[in-house]
């Protein structure tokens, strides 16, 4: 029996007949799919092309739709002779999955649909393209997969020259840095120099030994730099041994304390730790130079007036974490971006090699750790992050 219905239309009727309105869907979804930038295409089990849009006929070189249905989708889309070997039909998808395969047209609940991506490249005629293939598994009788087919050559090319600009902007900025840091002791070194050359018969020992001080001073400076550098570059092999973290914290203060005694002097220590000891493997020698960074940069920030830096130790299973808090200012939200980017410092007398931070990251990597760091109005913190291996042999 024919079925009739009765739709309102411009103030009159107009009867419609289950086919006209089967095929007012169809009229849709091809308004639908032509209206796509990208090429997409409609293959059944056998591998053939059964429909396919505007876009998808102009990539396959085809005139007219009906030179494109029916032919294999590996010679059409791909121009092989064989079925592509990264098919997911022929490799993942046959058979079907549990679900029945539907009729077209048939309405209902679907289930989640298989999708797969990939990237795949053709020699051209003006160089390499580049495509994205998305390959998502029909679910009825005649189309098994829908193959749909962008080219991203130019958005490669960009992505490309985007990331080469970034290397010469971020080398540009590293020798830029390392010129910058290298020419503060060499100036030094040769005033210095020039005075002893032009007083050197006129001096006393005495001022002799201090400008020879003073020399000594800036050639170590230029030997922590070239060592810094080298650091970045070649962080090495990571051996670690047994040790109690807060003897290396201690340790570490007193460092400070002692290699920065003018920035140190009216700042307050306070240590805090659930536990009275904290043994675990790790490089004390290198964890003790992250916490030196660390500090340093909290002196730094205080800039010689009176403060607390408070260091933090909790434990836990799997990870022993440590928190280096001050609160001299906090840090703007425009820097904390930035503050682990080798050679960006935030003093302004240029006290920082601004390569603290970026040590002190590369350091915590090494053990598989984390840093990160949190300001909030006055208030900075670094959260450092560290496996809690018990013996050499833990992951």
């Known amino acids: 029996m024919l079925a009739f219905f009765i739709c309102a239309r411009h103030s009159s009727h107009q009867l419609w007949t289950v086919s006209d309105i089967t095929q007012l869907r169809l009229d849709e979804t091809e308004a639908i799919l032509d209206s796509q930038p990208a090429a997409t295409f409609a293959i059944d089990g056998a591998y053939r092309i059964v429909r396919l849009n505007r876009s998808a006929l102009k990539l396959s070189g085809q005139e007219r739709y009906k030179d494109a249905i029916g032919q294999p989708c590996y010679r059409l889309i791909h121009n092989r002779d064989s079925i592509c070997p990264f098919c997911p039909l022929e490799h993942e998808w046959n058979p079907l999955p549990s679900a029945e395969p539907r009729e077209e047209g048939e309405d209902g609940d679907w289930a989640e649909t298989p999708t797969e991506e990939k990237i795949i490249h053709h020699p051209g005629s003006q160089g390499e393209l580049t495509y994205k293939l998305n390959f ?36 540009g900025t590293m020798i830029s840095g390392i010129a910058h840091e290298l020419n503060n002791p060499l100036t030094g070194m040769g005033l210095t120099l020039q005075n002893l050359e032009a007083n050197l018969t006129t001096m006393e020992s005495r001022e002799v030994l201090h400008r020879l001080q003073i020399l000594q001073k800036d050639l170590r400076q230029a030997a922590r730099i070239v060592s810094d550098i080298l650091g970045l570059a070649r962080p090495g092999n990571l051996t670690r041994n047994r040790g109690d973290l807060l003897r290396v914290i201690q ?35 290198k964890i003790e130079r992250l916490l030196i960074n660390l ?51 935030k003093s302004a007398d240029g006290r920082g090699t601004g ?27 670094f959260f450092v992050s560290l496996p809690h291996r018990r013996s050499e042999v833990d992951g």
């Open 295 to 345: 500090f340093r940069n909290s002196l730094q920030a205080y800039d010689y007036s009176p403060g607390e830096i408070r260091v933090e130790v909790r434990t836990s299973s799997r990870f022993v974490h440590i928190i280096v808090e001050d609160d001299a200012g906090g840090i703007p939200e425009d820097q904390i971006r930035r503050i682990f980017v080798p050679f960006y410092s």
């Open 355 to 381: 390569l603290g931070l970026s040590i002190s990251l590369g350091i915590v990597r090494e053990h598989n750790g984390r840093l990160t760091v949190r300001t909030s109005g006055k208030t900075t913190r």
């Open 251 to 285: 340790r570490a203060q007193a460092n400070t304390v002692r290699l920065y005694p003018v920035l140190s002097r009216r700042i307050q220590w306070k240590l805090n730790s659930n536990s009275e000891t904290v043994i675990f493997y790790f490089n004390q020698e």
């Open 136 to 171: 998502i598994l029909g679910q009825t009788v005649r189309v098994r997969m829908v193959e749909i087919v962008e080219d991203i050559t130019r958005q490669r090319e960009q992505q490309e020259e985007s990331l080469r600009m970034e290397n010469l902007a971020s080398l």
